[in-house]
């Protein structure tokens, strides 16, 4: 069965650089949420999409802005990276808006050196 | 403020032992309480879930017990393996969206 796909699954940036996280969602999916994993943390919600809009925020910072697009595929922009941004970064889907079970990738570590 | 207490923070249990981990939580308005297995490298995936209007949920070697007065509920582990070894996160969310809250997890290791 298709599941939830990232990209790339690692990442290497200087600080004070941006990067660009991709997530395909499992197919038939309309709904996308990212979350930030530290290193021995639990995973942090940033925030979710249904239908191409932005459904729910959480702790994002300013420099981060994501968007879903209309095959549903969602990608997370982070600008001007800073150390304490290295971590795992999670994409999940799921189908509907208020369905609880949600699917996680297997996520890119970001690493800012 | 964490807002999903878990515990313990790892946990050695024997090949065939129970293995028991722990979650409370302060809101009230939470009402869907998933656990999640992640393994290194892993994201999280959904192992077993449990509303409030039901003490108890089984499948197969995995149970959710649930004290809704007590804003607790555990997972527990039946004859455990070497395989279940992993990292275990509770969680929970409200009925009105679907961001997870989780707890800090605990790393479970089963031995021979």
């Known amino acids: 069965a298709a599941g939830v796909i990232q990209s790339p699954r690692h990442l290497i940036k200087e600080k004070r650089e941006t990067a660009t996280l991709k997530c395909y969602p499992i197919?038939?999916?309309?709904?996308v949420y990212w979350y930030q994993q530290g290193p021995g943390q639990d995973p942090q919600f940033l925030i979710s999409?249904?239908?191409?809009?932005?459904?729910d925020k959480g702790s994002i910072p300013d420099r981060f802005s994501a968007q879903q697009f209309s095959d549903y595929h969602s990608e997370l922009n982070m600008s001007s990276l800073e150390l304490g941004d290295s971590a795992l970064y999670f994409c999940?889907?799921?189908?509907?808006?208020?369905?609880?079970?949600?699917?996680f990738g297997s996520g890119t570590q970001l690493s800012v050196l | 403020q964490q807002q999903v207490k878990q515990s313990p923070q790892s946990l050695i249990v024997q090949k065939g032992g129970i293995s028991i981990i722990n979650c409370a939580y302060e809101?009230?308005?939470?009402?869907?309480f998933p656990w999640y297995q992640q393994f290194p490298g892993k994201g999280p995936a959904l192992l077993i879930a449990?509303?409030?209007?039901?003490s108890e949920k089984k499948e197969g070697r995995f149970t959710i017990s649930f004290n809704k007065s007590a804003k607790q509920f555990s997972l527990h582990i039946m004859d455990s393996q070497p395989g279940d070894s992993a990292t275990y996160f509770c969680?929970?969310?409200?009925?009105?969206?679907?961001?997870?809250?989780f707890g800090t997890g605990t790393r479970l290791q089963v031995t021979l």
């Open positions: 197919p038939r999916h309309d709904t």
């Open positions: 969680a929970a969310n409200t009925g009105t969206a679907s961001k997870l809250t």
């Open positions: 809101n009230t308005a939470f009402d869907y």
């Open positions: 999409f249904y239908e191409k809009m932005q459904s």
């Open positions: 999940a889907s799921s189908h509907g808006r208020l369905n609880e079970k949600l699917f």
């Open positions: 449990i509303r409030p209007d039901v």
